[in-house]
């Protein structure tokens, strides 16, 4: 684990994310009303979890969203945006919106204990605490506190052939996904196509991450999430497991949990995470109970071992 966890600075290319932009004069009234955040209170320079979800409140996706060029970019897992795409156009039609993958544009990750001076070698200024996105000219940069400082570079081709060159000769590439794994210890939970439209927004945490508001009106799926909320029955969450597997392990499998002398189904595998040498780190739904010093097992596979991580 020191391995993945070390402050080592370094950077990847990210693959398995897109980038979706969506412009038109009514694009932050109709997104509004699709998302679980007030579009009218994020700011030009911040950056902002949410969620997309269908008509009974189960996520479609999980969005990183920002304003860009008069309108707004977001960022996804790549597998779940063909599908999250299809389910935001179906109520456009009345709206001067236009919705498009942006395919020109990459995701760089840069992260660990000097990263920050190491970037400011090249670029002029960097987004902080105090504005966690900048845009310089066609180049975005968004800034992240957990687990340790990093930055996202969202470029063009050119400008990423530039920048990786430059970061060469200063940094280590990853050949892994660090920046996927930093993710999931900031308790950002992973949503993979399999999983779209399985959970509520508040069974993977996002309330606990500011991805909701609910003072805003309307937006797709909003009556099924107040109601969970206001009346407090939200019985699942999600938790993080790190142990041993030596089958292979499926999405959706069942969890057991060790307790008063008898093993007991949980809930359900979220994301599986492959770390080294038949060690993994599972994202959980489980039933919502306090699980510390508890022994996990994969149902179909009795000889895996798991703890919270």
Not at 91 to 101: A, K
Not at 119 to 129: A, K, S, T, V, W
Not at 294 to 306: D, L, P, Y
Request: aromatic share 14%.
């Amino acid at each position: 684990m020191n391995i993945m966890y070390n402050n080592l600075c370094c950077f990847e290319i990210l693959k398995h994310w897109s980038i979706t932009r969506v412009t038109g004069i009514d694009s932050t009234k109709y997104l509004n009303s699709q998302i679980t955040v007030n579009l009218f209170n994020l700011k030009d320079n911040n950056h902002i979890l949410c969620a997309h979800c269908s008509a009974n409140g189960k996520v479609h996706s999980i969005l990183r969203l920002f304003h860009y060029d008069n309108g707004y970019m977001y960022i996804q897992r790549h597998c779940t945006t063909e599908l999250q795409i299809f389910e935001l156009k179906k109520y456009s039609i009345f709206s001067n919106i236009q919705i498009n993958t942006i395919s020109e544009y990459f995701l760089l990750g840069v992260m660990g204990m000097h990263a920050k001076n190491i970037l400011l070698l090249y670029f002029n200024n960097l987004p902080n605490h105090n504005s966690p996105l900048i845009i310089l000219k066609d180049i975005i940069i968004l800034w992240f506190p957990e687990p340790i400082e990093r930055f996202l570079v969202i470029c063009k081709k050119n400008d990423l052939f530039l920048i990786k060159n430059f970061l060469l000769k200063k940094l280590i590439p990853m050949v892994y996904d660090k920046w996927l794994f930093l993710d999931i210890t900031a308790g950002i939970p992973i949503l993979e196509e399999k999983m779209s439209k399985k959970f509520f927004p508040q069974n993977m945490n996002l309330e606990l991450l500011h991805a909701i508001d609910f003072n805003k009106g309307c937006y797709c799926g909003q009556e099924m999430i107040a109601k969970i909320h206001f009346k407090k029955t939200n019985y699942k969450k999600l938790f993080c497991l790190i142990g041993i597997s030596y089958d292979t392990i499926d999405l959706f499998s069942t969890i057991e949990v060790f307790q008063n002398f008898q093993w007991k189904k949980i809930g359900k595998i979220f994301f599986i995470f492959y770390v080294q040498h038949n060690i993994f780190i599972l994202q959980c739904i489980l039933k919502n109970s306090d699980f510390m010093n508890c022994i996990f097992r994969i149902h179909h596979n009795k000889k895996s071992k798991f703890f919270i991580f």
